[in-house]
């Protein structure tokens, strides 16, 4: 998506947004400036996102669904109306429920490597 760097402000609604399929089961849409970043994810119930780290710090919103998260040596399931927050560093993933799941992802720095 072309994000209009130069301008003042802008403003999208999700629904004009692409969404992209980037593994069995996931869909992203992605909405970025300079140094943030938003996506949002939707995921078939099931799904398990690997463990990982990354340099970027992140905050997930649950927007639906129930996610178990892995955060550092805990697990949490969390649902609608949850946030967590994910400094630079942390050992994470995820499996989704019973039930479709969307995710609200911000990040900073931007993820660089989720650009074509």
């Known amino acids: ?22 593994a069995e089961g996931i869909t992203r849409q992605m909405i970025y400036g300079r140094a943030l970043m938003v996506c949002r994810l939707t995921f078939t119930p099931g799904t398990v996102t690997a463990a990982h780290k990354h340099v970027h710090e ?26 967590v927050l994910l400094p630079s560093g942390l050992w994470h993933g995820a499996t989704m429920l019973d039930e479709e799941v969307v995710l609200i992802d911000i990040f900073t720095p931007i993820r660089e490597d989720f650009l074509k």
Do not use: H, K
């Not at 301008?7 to 004009?16: K, L, Q």
């Open 1 to 22: 998506m072309t994000t209009p760097l130069d301008a003042p402000f802008a403003i999208w609604n999700w629904d004009t947004i692409p969404a992209e399929p980037i």
């Open 58 to 83: 992140q905050i997930t919103f649950i927007e639906r669904g129930r996610v178990r998260f892995i955060l550092g040596t805990e697990e949490r399931v969390l649902g609608p109306g949850d946030v």
